[in-house]
Each structure stands twice: as C-alpha cells, then as structure tokens.
C-alpha cells in the first residue's frame, strides 16, 4: 500500500484542481555538493523558498540515470537517481521534506521509449532471438508506419532506425537513440507499472506520464492518440486508483483539444492534461492584442469530466510549440517572438517567459494572471518567477534550462563550483545576467516580479472557484479585452484582462448580477454595485482585474 | 447626434470599441443592398488574404438605406462572437454601420469616414464603391499596398475600360486636371481610392467640408488636395469596373462633381497653376491594361441633337459665358450635318477655359455654369466617339494623349482669360 501522507494537510481526493504546479530539474535549482549540478540535497535546501512562493506541487523532470542525450528523457535504469543528482535516499529525503511542508511531487515517467543504453534495449538489440527482442519494435524493413510524422523534424530524417548489431530497424518516435517501447507486449506494460509502483511506494504524488500518444503502432494510422494506447492508459489508471488512491497521472500529449479529450476518458484515464493549444494563443492574443486566439481555442475545447483538470502554462523546459497552430499562426509567432532564427526549434520557439514579452512586467504580470485565473491548475517553470531569460547561443533548449539564480554572489548562488564545471553556463548578460536579476535582491522589495508572483499565488489559492469553477465568456464588443466569469456554487468572480498596450474602455452585461459590489481581489477595494446599465471599467494597458461579487 | 460633431453617440461606442486600426476601408452607402453584400465579402476577403497581420476594419456610412444595407454590411464581422466558418483569420475584423446626416451627400459619408479613420488613427485607408461588383479581393491589395508599403499618399485607380467608357473623364476631368496641376492623375474622381492616414488628416483640418463643392466632389477635392499639398501620388491598374445595373446616367451630377469642383479649387489653387508648366506622370502600379474595344451600342444621333438644341437654347446664357469668338464658332458648328460635324480639340479647351474663367468672375450663378457645360460636352463627346470608332487601343490613348497637350497648351489662356485681360 501506498506511504500514507500524514503530513499533508490536503488529503482531499482533488487535491490537484487546487494545485499550484512548480516546474523544475533537480539539475538546475542548487547544487548542495559544489560539483557544478543541482542535487536532490540542494533541492530540499531550497524547499522553505518555495513554500514562501506559495507553489503545493512540484513537477520534477526526469532524474533516472542516463546518457543525458535529451536532457533525461533518455532514461537507461528506472529505478534509481543519476548520480549527479544523488541517490535514492537523497530523494527520499527531498520527498519527505516537501510533505512536510505540505508540497506535492509528481515525478516525470518516460512510458513511451528509453535510453539505447537502457539493458533492455542493450539485450532486445543483442540478437533476433534474445526474449527481450519484442519489448521494442523491431522490423525489417523502413516502410512501416509511413503515415506517421516525424516529430524532431530538424534532426530526424526518418522513425526507423537501422541497428547494425542484429541488422534490423527499429522504431522511434523522438531522437534515435530514444527508441520506442512495445507496448503491445503485455510484459513491457507490466514491467512499466513495476517502475510506476516503484516510486509510488516511495511517496511521489503522481507522475506526468511523456509523450503518452505514441505508445502503439498500427498500420494505416498516424500512431497517435490509437484506441490501443487509451486500453493501456486506463489500465494504469485503474491499477493506480485501486492501490494508490489520490495519486494522479498528467498526460503530456501535444494535441487538438478534441484528440486530447479520450484521455480524460469517462474519468478513468488522465486526471490531468496539458493544454498544449492555449499556451500560444495566449502569447498571440497578447500580441495581436485580440482576444480572439484565445476565447476560439477555449470554445473548441471541449468539456472534460468532474473530476479531471487541465493544466496550463506560459513556458516549460521545451520550446514553446506551435505544432497545434495554423501555418499562418505559426509564421506570425515566429515573426513576433522568434525573429531571430536561432530562436526557433523544430517547431517552435526556444525562448522563457521574460525576454518573450520583452521583459514588459506590465506583460508578465498579464499573462501569469491569465495563466492563474483560466480554468485549470497553473504550472509555473523554475526561475520565470524573477524573471529569469534565456541563452539562445547554448543548443537545442538548454538556453532556457540555466541555473536558478540565487542571489549575485558566486556563481549566482547556485554553486559553489568553479564556474566552468557549472553544468551550464550561467546567465550573464546586463539584463538578465545573475548580479542583477536574482531571487535575494527580489525578496528585498515588495514591488519585485517574485513578490508579486507570491501574491497572486496567494489569491489565488484563496478562491477555489478559480481551480474548480466553471468559466463563462462574456464578449463585450471591445474585442481587446478578454473577459469572463468563473463561478463555484456561491462563489463568482469576475475576469477581466485588457490585452492592449493603449488604455481601453470596455462596457460589460453584468445584467444578471444585479444588485452585486463588486470587491477587487488584490487590493480588496469595492467598486460601483452592478446596475441596469452596462459595466462600465475603464483600464490600463495590459491591466487586469479579479473581482469577486458579492451581494450585500 | 451631440451639437458640433457628425458622429453619434452609437457610433462613437463602436469606434472605442474597435480601437487603432492598421486599415479602414469605407463603404458610402445608400440603398445599396443588392450588391454592397458582394462588395463587402470581396473587401473582407482581400484584407484577410492580403492584410491577415494587420488590425482592420470595415466602415460603412449609410445616407439612410431602407433596404437592409446597414445590416449586411455589420454581418460581414468576424469575431469571437461571428465566427464564420472556412474563414481563417488571425484576428477580429470589425464590420461597422452608421448613418450620416447631410442626405446622400457623398462629401458628408467621406467626411464621416475621414473622422472616423481620424479617431482610430488608421495609417492606411480605403474607399470602395457600393456598387463595384466587379470588385475582386486583389483590387484591395493593388490599392492599399502601395500606402502600407511605400508610404503613397494617394493612390487612385486605373480601370480597364472600353473605349467609350468615362467619356467625362477622357475628355475633360483628366486632361483638364493634367493641365491645370500637373500631375496625370487618369481618374480624379475615383470610385475607388486609397490613402494615408497623413493624408487623411490634412484633409480633415482644411475647412472643406461645409463647401458646396466639396460636398458634391469630396473624392476629386481630396485628389487636388493631395496634389497641392506635395502628397505622394500613384495609380493603380485594377481591373475591369463593372457599370452597376440601370445605372442613371446623371451628366449634371457628374459635372458638379468634377468640373465643378475643378472650377472652384481654381479660385484658391491658380497661382500654383500658373507657376506649373509641363505636367508629370505619376507611378503606375501593376499590370497594365490596354482598353477593350468590342462594339458598344451609343446613341450618337441623340449626342449631336442635343448639342445643337443646347447651343440654341442656352445661347443668352453661353452669350455670357463664352467669348464672342468661341459662341460664334459653337453655333457654326452646331449647323453642320451630323456626319461632318466635329467639335475640334481646340475650341473644346477654349471652351472649357473660357467656362472656368466665367466661373471665376460668377457672371451667372455657378451651378448654372457648370450645368451649361453639359450640351458641350456632348458635341465633344460624339466627336470623340465618331473619330475613334475604328480606333485601336493605342490610337485611342494617342487622341487623349493629344487632347491633354492641347489643355496644357492652352494653359496660359486660361490664366488671361482669368485675369480678367480678355
């Protein structure tokens, strides 16, 4: 049975529509031991500062021993830490301190492939006749699949890769020294829920489950989103919510919102998924300043059962994808946010937060208080919290995977190492550079990006409308602004966000609300009682507001 | 509507509700339901083909349709709210109504635009015909581009023509305008047109709106005042201009819009018309066109009739217009026979000069000048239409060619006649 949580305060089965999700690599937070690489011990060291952040989640990115050739994706032993990271007992020891202090860890699982240098692989490609031999999908020839894209289009020419050692392709979905699991062998499904229940045992809260779409092949399809592979899914769900009741599984599944619904299933698959398609329609609407992108892309999402949740973000540890935009869509983001081309990867943008929206707080503030008051649970990626940018000049995405910049001392406070052990160079440049964008000089002053982080999260966390409510648009003819309703039982509150760099007057039908005041959530002010006539707010640019209403 | 501005209240709302735009495209209207639906989709479409980045809008001035045209017009939004389906845009595209007091006065509609484009700080502007329904999502592009991206002030259409199509303007509107500001503008007062916001708000400053003149011909007003004020100029080829269907065929209108005004902008603009001599081409656009010349049926016989009867009946008013030379020759010409009669190019301009010089000294009411003009015009314009009736397309746009030499040839006539020496 699974470690009971004692020192959780939240117990309730729902825990993760409340949630506020951190985003970090054990690699890049603090590195405890000064060899240059963040460590589970650095990682508890820094627990009390994200329990001051006000984050109850923690989302870790893969940690598993591997040959780091996609930054850990490529997990070659399941059941154990890297070492750079530490060990097992070290993360047991971050696990625990972070129930202490009532955060939740969900743990990154690669289901879908492994390592080339996983054993299983090392033995499955030994010979044609090793037992291993279909744990991976092997064929003789390339032409299989063929309706399936190829997904790293900037380095991979092909899904088949040929193995010289037993003279047969084999299947991959993502780099070819990642390849693909066999999931129609019912002992690789087995041995994958022995690895999920591995860690379960150990305490981990749930698990965001990777590249979940591809995870079987079938002839005359595109290989995603197959029937076969929700048969899988759900089998993990219902073996999980059997053994390890309140635990969840977020679903990373980069797709339409009509293809991402099956994994929601009737509420037996995913508790959770990441709803790829907003995330740059949000930066769109932004910069289009029009709320279109984003209110279209939320009509066409379709309704997702009781006890399921989204997730939503600004920016993660990949590019920001436009794989689920229009071709037009797509060379407009590119021309807006990526007009240096060695901004874009495969299809998207390699690029944080901050410098995206030209280290505009007004703009910073806006989208985290999109992110925080849209229906679903936030998830806030290391260091966008102060701000932190980006090194274009460092490969594929590593440019937005530097180290967390502590305070403007020795290598930002990360390491005690020298500098050019560091894992990764540090950033160094006048804006974002460590000396002068750091968490201790933030912390000095209550007008920082991170103290205004701390109390949106706050407010946010203390209205439950916004993580469970439903959500109503409201369409005033002022297409700049962006305005809806979320409400929860008793509990209304009013969402209203001015995309536009120029002031804006926006009338609002708040007839059905009558007779409420209207209470402003930061600064707890009250405004005019709703009326006969339409609303009239009158806003800054990129303001926006959070009212709660209140009939009194 | 608020005391001392032309937009109401409604109005001023769906402005603020729209926002800056990148480009206003405006529609004049009045009664124009059957067709303005297919002009509107044809705009939408341009600008969502060619402009799919830029904030955009659609304005409609209404003089006061009874027929459904405002609400046509407004369904051509695309929002969140009015998606349309197979339409992929990036951002909304706002459709806007209103209606414009001053009658069917174009001057008022453009003056609402002009406003409009003012408050909403568009950079690039456009005015297309209710009636174009010939009007192609290209047409869009080939008139706004060269303002979006070469910074053109004013660019007016060229269309593709039959021969005998725009007679007014082949005759007189072009050459006259060529000769008095130097500048070979081929349609001064065009259906279709672009312009910059600069222009735009230049234009709103001058106190030309209350003007009579101004009023009746905003379109050939805002082509002399980009002209007089050093705005840059380009032309553009669209396309073929479909004649809306039982079109009225208002002569008088069409004089007031256009000599009429070209007459009145003299009274301010003639020292810089004097100082002006050889006249300039302005930069064309796109793929020429040459003019069609399949048979046309014109009732020529009716032309020359009413030539004849118009000299005759107007002669105590032409008496004070004209001078003794000028009227003596209109009557000898107006009793020779049909076949062998021709209104030369050279008494046409001494006409025409000697119509704007009288305008100038008012001898009579300046309408009723303007309106004389029209049985003239007529004699020349069956001239114009038995010399080229076997013409070729270059032979045609060589006696044009000609007629426009002869106008500015006889510039400095004008300019004693205006004197008051002659």
């Known amino acids: ?552 | 509507m608020p005391e001392g501005s032309i937009l109401t209240d409604d109005f001023l709302r769906e402005l603020m509700n729209v926002g800056e735009v990148d480009i206003l495209v405006g529609v004049p209207t009045f009664n124009d339901g059957k067709t303005v639906g297919q002009v509107v989709q044809a705009v939408r479409a341009g600008l969502l083909k060619y402009f799919p980045r830029q904030r955009t809008v659609i304005i409609n001035v209404d003089g006061g349709s009874r027929d459904g045209t405002q609400e046509i017009v407004r369904a051509a939004s695309i929002s969140d709210l009015r998606h349309v389906s197979n339409v992929n845009t990036l951002r909304t595209l706002h459709s806007i109504s209103t209606r414009y007091e001053g009658g069917t006065s174009p001057g008022s509609a453009l003056h609402t635009v002009f406003a409009a484009a003012d408050l909403l700080r568009a950079g690039n502007c456009a005015i297309v015909s209710p009636d174009s329904t010939s009007l192609e999502p290209e047409w869009i592009e080939r008139l706004l581009r060269p303002v979006v991206r070469d910074n053109v002030d004013l660019v007016t259409p060229i269309y593709r023509r039959h021969k005998f199509d725009g007679l007014l303007v082949s005759n007189l509107v072009y050459p006259m305008t060529r000769a008095l500001y130097c500048k070979r503008v081929r349609e001064p007062h065009p259906s279709e047109f672009a312009f910059s916001g600069r222009l735009a708000a230049h234009f709103l400053e001058q106190d030309l709106w209350e003007q009579e003149a101004c009023q009746m011909g905003a379109e050939t007003c805002l082509t002399l005042s980009a002209i007089n004020g050093g705005f840059r100029l380009a032309q553009s080829f669209l396309g073929s201009r479909a004649r809306p269907e039982q079109a009225p065929s208002d002569l008088i209108r069409a004089l007031r819009q256009t000599v009429g005004v070209l007459f009145w902008s003299l009274e301010a603009n003639v020292p810089s018309c004097s100082a002006a001599t050889e006249s300039e081409a302005v930069p064309t656009i796109g793929a020429e066109h040459e003019v069609t010349l399949e048979p046309l049926r014109i009732n020529r016989k009716r032309l020359h009739q009413m030539f004849v009867h118009g000299v005759a009946e107007l002669e105590p008013i032409l008496r004070s217009i004209l001078s003794e030379g000028t009227l003596a020759e209109l009557r000898q010409i107006a009793t020779v026979p049909e076949d062998d009669f021709r209104y030369s190019d050279e008494l046409w301009v001494r006409s025409v000069y000697e119509f704007a010089a009288s305008y100038h000294k008012a001898v009579i009411s300046r309408d009723h000048i303007v309106q004389a003009l029209a049985p003239l015009y007529r004699g020349k314009a069956y001239t114009f239409l038995g010399q080229n009736r076997d013409a070729s397309a270059n032979q045609v746009e060589a006696n044009v060619e000609q007629l426009c030499l002869t106008f500015e040839r006889a510039k400095p006539y004008l300019l004693e006649m205006w004197n008051g020496r002659k």
Not at chain 1, 49 to 63: D, T
Not at chain 1, 64 to 82: C, K, N, T
Not at chain 1, 385 to 409: A, F, K, Y
């Open chain 1, 1 to 552: 049975m699974a470690t009971p949580h004692a020192s959780l305060k939240l117990q309730e089965s729902l825990w993760y529509k409340d949630a506020v999700i951190y985003q970090v690599h054990v690699r890049t937070f603090y590195d405890s031991n000064g060899d240059g690489i963040g460590d589970f011990r650095g990682l508890a060291q820094k627990l009390d500062y994200l329990q001051e952040l006000g984050i109850n989640a923690i989302w870790l990115m893969p940690f598993f021993p591997s040959p780091l050739r996609d930054d850990g994706y490529d997990i070659a032993d399941y059941f154990s830490v890297h070492p750079s990271y530490g060990n097992l007992e070290d993360f047991k020891l971050f696990l625990d301190a972070a129930h202490q202090r009532g955060i939740r860890v969900i743990i990154e699982m690669v289901l879908n492939h492994t390592s080339d240098q996983h054993p299983w692989f090392q033995e499955s490609r030994s010979s044609r006749t090793n037992p291993k031999r279909d744990w991976y999908v092997w064929s003789e020839t390339d032409d299989r699949y063929r309706d399936t894209r190829i997904i790293f289009v900037d380095t991979e020419m092909s899904n088949w890769a040929w193995d010289p050692i037993s003279k047969e392709y084999y299947w991959h979905r993502f780099f070819s020294h990642q390849p693909d699991l066999n999931y129609d062998n019912p002992v690789v499904r087995e041995q994958m829920w022995g690895v999920m229940k591995f860690w379960l045992e150990m305490g981990v809260d749930g698990f965001r489950l990777d590249a979940v779409p591809y995870l079987l092949e079938r002839e005359g399809t595109n290989c995603e989103n197959l029937p076969e592979t929700h048969d899988v899914l759900k089998e993990i769900r219902a073996r999980l919510d059997k053994e390890y009741p309140g635990r969840v599984l977020l679903a990373e599944a980069n797709q339409w919102p009509a293809d991402l619904r099956p994994y929601f299933g009737n509420g037996d698959e995913f508790h959770m998924a990441f709803h790829f398609p907003l995330m740059p329609r949000m930066f769109m609407g932004l910069k289009l300043e029009d709320r279109k992108p984003i209110t279209e892309i939320l009509q066409q999402t379709p309704a997702i059962p009781e006890n399921c949740q989204w997730s939503l973000f600004l920016r993660n540890h990949d590019e920001l994808t436009l794989e689920m935009v229009t071709d037009m869509e797509r060379d407009y983001m590119y021309d807006e946010y990526a007009k240096d081309k060695s901004m874009r990867i495969n299809l998207g943008i390699r690029r944080r937060l901050a410098p995206l929206l030209d280290n505009d707080r007004r703009r910073i503030e806006l989208m985290n208080g999109m992110l925080m008051s849209m229906p679903g649970t936030p998830i806030i990626y290391y260091g966008d919290e102060i701000g932190m940018g980006d090194n274009v000049n460092l490969g594929d995405r590593n440019g937005v995977r530097t180290p967390m910049q502590w305070d403007g001392g020795w290598n930002g406070g990360f390491s005690a190492a020298d500098p050019e052990s560091l894992y990764s160079p540090l950033m160094l440049n006048p804006v974002y550079g460590f000396q002068a964008l750091n968490v201790q000089s933030q912390k000095r002053f209550d007008h920082s990006l991170l103290s205004w982080m701390k109390r949106i999260i706050r407010v946010r966390k203390s209205a439950p409308v916004f993580g469970r409510g439903t959500i109503e648009f409201l369409y005033p003819a002022n297409h700049r602004v962006l305005a809806y309703v979320r409400q929860l039982g008793k509990e209304t509150v009013l969402v209203v966000n001015n995309l536009s760099s120029a002031a804006q007057a926006v009338e609002l039908d708040l007839k059905r609300f009558k007779g409420n005041i209207l209470i402003e959530m930061f600064g707890k002010n009250i405004f005019p009682r709703i009326g006969d006539l339409p609303y009239l707010l009158t806003m800054g640019p990129y303001q926006f507001y959070w009212f709660r209403l209140r009939k009194i």
